[in-house]
């Protein structure tokens, strides 16, 4: 069983930053990590990704909505960082750590039914 506790989130105003951490107790039974949000109404979806170990480890995955605004970045072996800048009241959701196993050089994007286990969740809000 992998537990992935979280940290950071909060309250910004548009055009702010926040920075999300994310540690998982083990690697064991993972080989990704990630961000997904769910916005009130909106299906989760996944944000960002990366390879955390493997042929494939430091390979990302971020949705287009993300792109050239938030960074993920692997920080020790099973720490994971997402920076966001340029925030925007669109990104106002929860955000969930997550990990799984997804093969390796996998183009399809991931979703939901990828992850095998979740953080807790931690709210970002954006005022504009």
Known sequence: QVQLVESGGGSVQAGGSLRLSCVASTDTGINYMGWFRQAPGKEREAITTIYISGSTRG?????????????????????????????????TATYYCAA???????????????????????QVTVSS
């Open 59 to 91: 390979s990302t995955y971020y949705a287009d909505s993300v792109k050239g605004r938030f960074t993920i970045a692997q920080g020790g072996k099973t720490t994971i960082y997402l920076q966001m800048i340029d925030l925007n009241a669109e990104d």
């Open 100 to 122: 799984g196993i997804r093969r390796p050089r996998e183009t399809r994007p991931p979703g939901p039914a990828d992850a095998a286990y979740w953080g807790q969740g931690t």
